[in-house]
């Protein structure tokens, strides 16, 4: 079982950043990706960002250009979020995903709000 401790988010205006950071409590042998994904009120999870233990990464088209996925060390993931919008308000959550098992953390609220 993987845990995650997640950190960061909050209110911010439109324009500016957030940093999200996860760190998870331990990590399977072989190759697994991380990443962040979020969930707006009445909408369905989807991707945001994601890592490779090869640090490859994969980008929402609604977020190129904004966000920067990136990887501390094996355990840690962050998201640094720029130029943030009304629509990227949502609980985003951490993510392992190991073959075809998944792991979630708790979730963190960004909103974007004047």
């Known amino acids: 079982q993987v845990t995650f401790v997640q950190s960061g988010g909050g209110l911010v205006q439109p324009g500016g950043s957030l940093r999200l950071s996860c760190r998870a409590s331990?990590?399977?042998?072989?190759?697994?990706?991380m990443g962040w994904y979020r969930q707006a009120p009445g909408q369905q999870r989807e991707l945001v960002a994601t890592?490779?233990?090869?640090?490859?990464t994969n980008y929402a088209d609604s977020v190129k250009g904004r966000f920067i996925i990136s990887r501390d060390n094996s355990l840690s993931v962050n998201l640094l979020m720029n130029n943030l919008q009304p629509n990227d308000t949502a609980l985003y959550y951490c993510?392992?995903?190991?073959?075809?098992?998944?792991?979630w953390g708790q979730g963190t609220q960004v909103t974007v709000s004047s």
């Open positions: 993510n392992m995903q190991v073959g075809s098992r998944a792991f």
């Open positions: 890592v490779t233990t090869s640090r490859q």
């Open positions: 331990t990590i399977p042998n072989g190759e697994f990706e």
